[in-house]
């Protein structure tokens, strides 16, 4: 097990509201991701982080920003959520044996 | 730029017949391949992959792939398959990671196996 953990597991929230995704990692890994998957699309970027405070974009990150304020912590928010965020959520970090994937954030945005 | 293409979104076996999930790529360096799995409701499990060397891969279950860069392919091929072998599989490619710069992972849009007695 790498140890990346992702909270909450489930979350439901209303149109309009922020929203904050937590991946956490206990290998000191420099390289973290997060995904988003939808029926039809597999999995696409939003964003990615190569360390502390340095971050880029996906090719899905509309509507989405992200913070690394620590090695172990990278967090993906919604600023206002909307109906086509509904999605789960995955985050990956990248190490020695490859990419490693979290067990998903459900997000249903009502 | 990078880009992997799944065909056939579903495919269907008897049990004990040959699993055959076809992937292709496109990248502009070269690439390292993957393929993932995705039992329902769980997140993605790591099957094999290929980076430099050996260009046939054997992964877990009994999973193999083959790296043919003039047919720019990785498909994914199981001898005989089993009724826990239904799942999502998701072929993807990542680009050999530059000084200071992160490896993204690209992938399709995933095979989803059907295993029927």
């Known amino acids: 097990d790498a140890g990346i953990t992702q909270s909450p597991r489930h979350k439901v929230t209303e149109t309009g509201t922020p929203v904050t995704l937590r991946c956490h990692q206990t290998?000191?890994?420099?390289?973290m991701y997060w995904y988003r998957q939808d029926p039809g699309h597999g999995l696409r970027l939003i964003h990615y982080s190569y360390g502390v405070k340095d971050t880029d974009k996906g090719e899905v990150s509309d509507g989405y920003s992200v913070s690394r304020s620590k090695t172990e912590d990278f967090l993906l928010t919604l600023e206002s959520a909307t109906s086509s965020q509904t999605s789960v959520y995955f985050c990956?970090?990248?190490?020695?044996?490859?990419?490693?994937f979290g067990s998903g954030t459900r997000l249903t945005v009502v | 730029a990078q880009s992997v293409t799944q065909l056939g979104s579903h495919v269907s076996v008897s049990e004990g017949a040959l699993v055959l999930l076809r992937c292709n790529y496109s990248?502009?360096?070269?690439?390292?391949l993957f393929w993932y799995v995705q039992y329902p409701n769980q997140g993605l499990q790591l099957l094999l992959k290929y980076t430099t060397g050996a260009t046939l891969v054997k992964g877990i279950n009994g999973f193999e792939a083959e790296f043919k860069k003039s047919e720019t392919s990785f498909h994914l091929t199981k001898p005989s398959a089993h009724m826990s072998d239904a799942a999502e599989y998701f072929c993807?490619?990542?680009?050999?990671?530059?000084?200071?710069?992160?490896?993204?992972?690209?992938f399709g849009t995933g095979t989803r196996l059907q295993v029927t007695l």
């Open positions: 993807a490619v990542s680009d050999r990671r530059g000084t200071g710069t992160a490896s993204k992972l690209t």
């Open positions: 290998e000191n890994h420099r390289y």
């Open positions: 990956a970090i990248f190490g020695a044996f490859g990419y490693t």
């Open positions: 990248s502009s360096v070269p690439p390292y």
